[in-house]
């Protein structure tokens, strides 16, 4: 906005707020003049955006204007429509909270025209998809269809919305319209059966007996001409300039395809608009007997057909009503003023119902499908164009429930911007004083209060028994508010008032004025009755839509059904809930004069229009505290210029930044405030005069911005060269570095094959490389991977140049290897070690037994301590049991064998029976020690014949332990001979006799006695 303030005394001021004189009406009124003079229609009071009719086309509403508002801050631009739906919509984006706008004013303000703009200009600056742009056009087409239903040519706007409409529009995360739903409000169902003098029915009508064809007019039974219809006729204006019902009639029934309706749907709906129009020409007359009777038998025939209901019980129905008396079903006929009220609510419930049909298959098609609305959470903007506050000459419920709306809407108003007023200054941390307002309260629950409202004795007075009428009603009401200060009958008002209120009128003292309601039809109107039989009648229905507008379970169910008032008091009980749960903007709607013609200001009617819109107090509201506020940041990145101190930019904290500022710019403490994130400035001229500071130094700031520019834009040219020569370098660098790399590796792959072919010649240069390659992967190969172990005699082939040096090293290797094997071994392992080579030195090749026996380690003793016999020991003394083993001794004489321990000493060996020491032989005497070369473990000790006593031996200790034998020790322990003879032993058994012990192979170890007194030993062969 600062930005064309320069402009404002050519244009006045975009926004009220700026006005000097903002308490005064006519100033109020005169920047309105003179902007409406410019065709500049849109002008602010803060957030609100107060739009004027210009009653023709401006060139504002093109997709560059859209371009032009959109993510532009508010107050950057021109006041526009655009301006408005952009706010919401990023307040709604940003903030992530439901938005509303609401649109008020007059009838033929530019209400219905300011929501289409909001709506087109969603639908084209909005994210869509293929998917979404179907939704997109069903959003923008039920406009026309709703128009044609619900809006007829008034006295005041030839295209005036007779419902109350609120659509909400339903967004995705990412800011794309995904879905709608349309609320839709107290349609005046009266005008489908009558018009005031110049008004019209709903455009439907028209448009379908101009545009329809000629075939489809055949098939309703319809004409083409609207004189011939009479609910058509009461206004004598069936043609319109500015309305050309027969393209009217092409678009709705595009956007019915559009939306998505069905073939037969549309023509359901046709036979219902039609049928109206037959109920319109259904006359009655007298017939024989005097009694009431529809004379219009074509009328009916066409009705039965359209309806799809029985013609017979129709004609009963529309002539005779069904009275429940003392519960008693009677039917009695009507009159022929009871005939055509029948006739007549008839024509407006089924009307009413269809429209209300019309809506709900509307929000079917607009309904968000489940999988677009899961993803991420929706936001919603809802618009209400709701109808304005109404005074005509003569003014009925409609208007009663119309300004009442009003009331409710000019609460919600109020409430609203004086608490998010009163809101700001508190979360800013400003003081400021409460501004007084007409608080409509009063006049609210004058309406709508619990049993003292008006709508609560209407209720009343329409269920009482008896005989209620709209007068009986007016007394009522003159009995329970005479003497509120905003209620006025004829009989409560005094002798000067008095002839401004008729005997049937009551007069409210709206917040906008005074309106006079003639009581008449009232209670009618309220109960919004159909006779019972004729609900009966059209519950019947075979037409799919009619079936859905009236449900069979009306008829049969007791509850008495709320009242119209009733009705329409709870659902804007209903959108007040919804709009308080979002964040409200606003739009209201002036027109400048009543002939809708453009170019004239009646400045009258707009004073009225501005009073009652309660404009002036909204500016005194917003003006209360102060003019202008921004928030630091904008106000600086605006101003910062016009002090050196925060130019051209400003480091520290915001807030002293603009501080900074202003004490700079030389704001008096009275003039400003600030706030926790924004400055308030209290008046215009203190803006106006930093603003023209900014327009004076302009040219200064232009000359640096482009100086600034120039050497930015050479200095970035002179660093794109710099980084392309940069480039262009280090790239040579690296190709250079690879080549020679490669050139490297060509060079050692040729040398090798060369080297390769002259492998098997003496050294010469060709195959040098080669070699010398070759030496050295021997070289780490055997660094790499040396032999582990004394036992691995595995050794790689070594090339022909180092086949001794390899050898060389091959055995330098064990060497060193045994070396540490043999530092490693521990001194009991030594000693097995040691008694295993005297082992080996005796056995090898010698026994059969022998390889068996080598992994077997030397223990000890065979026997365990237990098995020692303590006798034994004691006799022993000194001498300690070296080693112990159970033996078998065979006696020399007749071989018979003996179980006996093995003792053996260091000196002496002794065979122990039991307790007793049976034999001792000292080493020193033994002459030596026979053993067989088979496998088994006979051992022969031979000892000196003279010694008898000590004679004997021939020993079979060796079964279990094949030469583990205690031989080790026996030879430890003395120089004895050891004789390995291969199959006998032949050992003296006295003086000059001998014996034999043969030994030979067989399947198992065998000991007996042979033929020739032999001892024959049979040994297995373990070895081959
Ligand atoms: N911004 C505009 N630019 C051009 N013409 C406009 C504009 N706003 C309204 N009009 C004209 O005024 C007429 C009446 O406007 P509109 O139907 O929006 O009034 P309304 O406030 O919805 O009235 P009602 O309460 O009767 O429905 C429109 O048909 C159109 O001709
Ligand atoms: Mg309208």
């Known amino acids: 906005m600062e930005s064309t ?54 060139e504002i509403y093109s997709k560059a204007h859209m371009e032009r508002y959109r993510g532009v801050s508010f107050y950057e631009i021109s006041p526009h429509i655009y301006a408005v739906s952009d706010n919401t919509y990023r307040a709604m984006r940003t903030e992530r909270r439901d938005q509303c706008i609401l649109i008020s004013g007059e009838s033929g303000a530019g209400k219905t025209e300011a929501s289409k703009k909001i709506l087109q ?29 619900g809006n007829a040519k008034t006295l005041r706007n030839d295209n005036s919305s007779r419902f109350g409409k609120y659509m909400d529009v339903q967004f995705d995360f990412r800011g794309a319209p995904i879905g709608g739903h349309i609320l839709n409000y107290l349609l005046e169902k009266s005008r489908v059966v009558h018009q005031n003098h110049g008004e019209r029915n709903f455009h439907i009508f028209y448009q379908l007996l101009e545009g329809g064809e000629q075939d489809l007019l055949s098939k309703l039974g319809l004409e083409r001409n609207a004189q011939k219809y009479q609910y058509l006729v009461k206004g004598c204006c069936p043609r319109v300039s500015s309305i050309n019902d027969k393209n009217d009639w092409r678009t709705v029934r595009k956007a019915l395809t559009v939306i998505g309706f069905h073939e037969d749907e549309v023509e359901d709906l046709l036979n219902i608009i039609a049928s109206v129009l037959h109920l319109g020409n259904t006359q009655f007359g007298e017939g024989k007997n005097g009694e009431n009777q529809i004379t219009t038998e ?46 007549d609510a008839l024509a407006k419930a089924v009307y009413g119902r269809a429209f209300t049909w019309l809506v709900v298959k509307i929000n079917q098609s607009l309904l968000a499908s489940e999988t677009i609305s899961f993803f991420g959470s929706s936001s919603v903007i809802g618009l209400l164009d709701i109808y304005g506050f109404e005074v005509f000459q003569h003014n009925s419920f409609e208007q009663f429930c119309i300004n009442y709306c009003n009331e409710k809407l000019h609460q919600l108003f109020i409430e609203l911007t004086l608490k998010s007023e009163q809101e700001e200054y508190e979360a800013e941390g400003i003081t400021w004083e409460p501004v007084k307002y007409f ?24 269920l009482r028994p008896g005989e209620p009428s709209d007068i009986s009603f007016l007394e009522k009401l003159e009995d329970t508010l005479g003497g509120h200060a905003h209620f006025v009958t004829h009989k409560l008002s005094n002798g000067k008032t008095r002839k401004a209120v008729s005997r049937e009128e009551f007069k409210l003292i709206h917040y906008a004025g005074e309106v006079n309601y003639s009581v008449n039809g009232f209670l009618d109107k309220n109960k919004d009755l159909l006779y019972r039989n004729l609900k009966e009648v059209i519950c019947q229905s075979n037409s799919q839509v009619l079936s859905q507008c009236f449900h069979r379970e009306e008829v049969t169910d007791q509850k008495r059904p709320e009242t119209a008032a009733t009705q329409f008091k709870n659902s804007l009980a209903k959108l007040i809930e919804i709009l308080m749960s979002k964040e409200p903007s606003y739009v209201r709607c002036i027109k400048p004069n009543d002939a809708k013609q ?3 200001f009646d400045e009258a009617l707009v004073r009225h229009q501005v009073k009652y819109l309660g404009l002036m107090e909204n500016l005194r509201v917003r003006r209360a505290g102060f003019a202008y506020r921004r928030h630091y940041e904008t106000f600086l990145q605006r101003y910062k210029s016009l002090c050196p101190g925060t130019w051209p930019n400003w480091q520290g904290r915001l807030a002293d930044g603009v501080a900074t500022l202003v004490q700079h710019l030389g704001y008096k403490p009275e003039e400003y405030k600030l706030g926790k994130t924004k400055i308030f400035i209290r008046f215009p001229k203190t803006l106006f005069s930093t603003e023209d500071s900014l327009e ?11 100086t600034s520019w120039r050497g930015y834009r050479e200095r970035a040219k002179y660093l794109r060269i710099r980084q392309a020569v940069i480039q262009s370098a280090w ?19 040729r040398k090798f094959i060369k080297g390769f072919i002259y492998r098997h010649y003496e050294r010469c240069p060709e195959n040098e490389y080669f070699l010398d390659h070759q030496r050295f992967s021997f070289l780490m190969m055997l660094f790499r991977n040396p032999p582990k172990s004394v036992l691995d005699k595995s050794w790689p082939i070594p090339p022909p140049c180092l086949t001794e040096a390899s050898e060389h090293l091959c055995r330098l290797c064990m060497r060193n290897m045994m070396r540490a094997y043999c530092r490693r071994i521990q001194p009991e392992w030594k000693k097995q070690m040691e008694q295993k080579v005297v082992a080996s030195q005796i056995f090898k090749d010698q026994k059969d037994s022998y390889p068996q026996s080598v ?41 018979k064998a003996r179980p006996r321990q093995l003792l053996l000493t260091s000196s002496f060996a002794m065979l122990v029976a039991e307790a007793k020491l049976k034999q001792r032989i000292d080493y020193a005497t033994l002459r030596s020690i026979s053993v067989s070369s088979l496998s088994d473990g006979f051992m022969v000790l031979h000892v000196p014949s003279e010694d008898n006593k000590q004679k004997f031996s021939l020993l079979s200790p060796l079964l279990s332990h094949p030469l583990s034998p205690p031989t080790p020790s026996l030879l430890s322990s003395g120089p004895l001979l050891l004789s390995v003879p291969v199959c006998s032993i032949t050992f003296a058994v006295a003086r000059g006799k001998e014996g034999v012990i043969d030994f030979t192979s067989g399947p198992e170890l065998k000991v007996a006695k042979c033929k020739k007194g032999h001892l024959l030993v049979t040994a297995p062969k373990l070895n081959p």
Do not use: W
């Open 598 to 600: 453009s170019g004239r």
């Open 298 to 343: 074509t009328q009916l025939k066409y009705l039965s057909k359209l309806l799809g209901v029985d013609g017979a019980a129709l004609r009963e129905a529309l002539t005779h009503k069904k009275i429940t008396a003392k519960g008693e079903e009677m039917i009695s006929p009507l009159s022929f003023e009871q005939a055509v009220a029948a006739r």
């Open 696 to 706: 004076a130094r302009r040219p200064a700031l232009v000359l640096t911005l482009q």
């Open 855 to 895: 992994p077997k380690l030397f223990v000890a003793s065979r026997l365990n301590s237990e098995e020692f016999n303590l006798k034994v020991i004691q006799t022993l003394g000194n001498d300690k049991v070296k080693y112990g083993i159970a033996v078998t001794k065979y006696d020399r004489r007749g071989y």
């Open 121 to 149: 200009y969603y639908a084209t600056t909005c994210p869509v998809t293929d998917h979404l742009s179907t939704l997109r056009d069903r959003l923008l087409q039920s406009n026309p269809v709703l128009e044609a239903f």
């Open 5 to 58: 303030l320069t402009a404002r005394d050519r244009v006045g001021v975009q926004d009220f707020v700026l006005l000097e004189n903002y308490t005064s009406e006519a100033a109020f009124i005169e920047n309105l003049r003179r902007r409406f003079g410019e065709n500049l229609i849109y002008t602010y009071i803060g957030s609100v955006l107060v739009s004027v009719n210009p009653n023709k086309d401006l």
């Open 439 to 462: 608080d409509n309260k009063i006049i609210c629950d004058l309406v709508e209060g619990k049993h003292k409202g008006l709508i609560s004795i209407l209720d009343e007075e329409c």
């Open 731 to 749: 790239r040579g660098m690296i190709s250079r570095q690879k080549a020679r790399r490669r050139r490297h590796a060509v060079d050692i792959i």
